[in-house]
């Protein structure tokens, strides 16, 4: 075969770097291993959400609704926004994907923070786009003066992780404020809100307020965090019509199953419960920060269900110790590991291992 021969893609695909999914614990003598690598959520589905999913699934030789309109307005209801500003997907990551391949191009230029959501700069390269990544302050938080400084006539949009992924802290209100009032009204400002239901700062933004005067505000949230839906694959975006026009454009038809849509309304429904989950991972949080500043470690404050540990050349190392110990953390080599709060048994693991690390 000659290279005139080799089916061609584009350019742009040359070297995009696989997503590399948290890796499952490996252990072969018996005891329990926990998987801390990709911040799911611990808890079994309740009772009402799997009958909703089943119920569903006995009509799986039919497409799913393609509106979801049934969900829409759910979410509607919810948080107070028209159905007419609301899309779904499958994932919020979908929907991310959706709006840069609506937004921008070759020679167009995406900013966000770094190191933030490994997915980034995958869905930013996929469009042909440039990713311009602006690293994070000291203490892990987005640096908005320098994101300020970052924007250019080719600037189409720019990506705010809150909490940012994978270090934990929040954006503030008053600072996503005072950046919006500067970055020009055609450039899209995503707002990702993937762990919105474990902030516990009076002071964080929240995207549904903030979207309603800022037409090129989007906020994305996601039902695989907090509601355990990540198997399922279910996020949407609040934003104005034209944005939400733009998400559906991009979308695969019938993308998000009917057992996902259904699975989310009964999430809804049973949403008390389901937070209440949450502010149980929001203690076991606060008991692994503590536990891990009283062993020495200086890990930033976090308002997800992970925390960050700055381990810098030494990542790889504490995450194969981690790892013979039955819990395997996400590893990002030369810079730290992201370590999901899990069941408490699993916290006490690793924290076994990060007390005997600095020992
Ligand atoms: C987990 C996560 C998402 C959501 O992923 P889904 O595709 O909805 O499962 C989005 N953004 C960030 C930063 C995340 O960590």
New binding site residues.
Partial sequence: MTPEDEVRFRACLDDVAAYKPGRPPERTDGRPTYKLSS?ENPYPPLPGVLAAAMEAAANMNRYPDMGALELLEALSERFGVPVTDLAVG???????YHLLQAACGEGDEVVYAWR??E?YPIAVQLTGATSVQVPLTEDARHDFKAMEAALTDRTRVVLV?TP??PTGPVVRRDELLAFLDVVPRNVLVVL?E??REFIREPETVDGAEVYRDRPNVVV?R????AYGL?GF???YAIAHPPIVAAIRKCALPFGVSQIAQSAAIASLEAEDELLERVDALVTERTRVVAELRAAGWDVPETH?NFVWMPLGGETLAFAEAAQAEGVSVRPFPGDGARVTIGEREANDLFLDVARSWRQ
């Fill in positions: 911040n499958t994932g919020s990551v979908a929907v991310l933030s959501f997915a992780c940012n992924n990702d993937a762990y994305l996601t039902f695989s965090k990540a694959r279910i996020g997800a």
